[in-house]
């Protein structure tokens, strides 16, 4: 089965590729990579915000994390000229989760896009990762930045 039919399975309609915030680019493809910038977590209401440890549970951060991934994948089609089937497999995330000093549960954030990925992609959706708490841009959530073979 094919990715774009599998998120289609699961009812998941990828964006369009948001445009960088800042002075750089969403995403730079070299050899069989892409490094895929920081995609903050977003939808089509808007800003995914919050603090974990303050006023966002851990379930709502989850679905924040969700988001990025699925922002991530956006970004790895418009980067395989819209063909998410050229997706070979996620190599690494990189998840920072906006949250209070003494929140240690960053891991069970980041796995919202994780477990979402694996569920979407199958194998090819297994990866490296690291999570991390930080102070974030315009309050949001979560922020995900990604690796991606492709063919």
Avoid: W
């Amino acid at each position: 089965m094919s990715f774009a039919q599998s998120l289609t399975d699961l009812g998941v309609t990828l964006p369009d590729a948001p445009a960088p915030a800042a002075n750089y680019v969403p995403a730079v493809q070299t050899g069989n990579l892409v490094f895929v910038s920081g995609q903050i977590s977003m939808n089509a209401d808007g800003m995914i915000k919050g603090r974990l440890g303050d006023d966002m549970s851990v379930e709502d951060g989850a679905r924040a994390a969700r988001q990025c991934a699925i922002n991530l994948l956006a970004q790895v089609r418009a980067a395989c000229g819209g063909d998410i089937d050229r997706l070979k497999r996620v190599v690494k995330l990189t998840g920072f989760v906006n949250c209070t000093p003494d929140f240690g549960d960053q891991p069970a954030i980041i796995n919202g896009a994780s477990d979402f990925l694996v569920e979407a992609l199958g194998e090819a959706g297994r990866h490296s990762r690291s999570a991390v708490g930080a102070v974030l841009p315009f309050g949001v959530a979560v922020e995900i930045e990604g690796i991606f073979e492709v063919a």
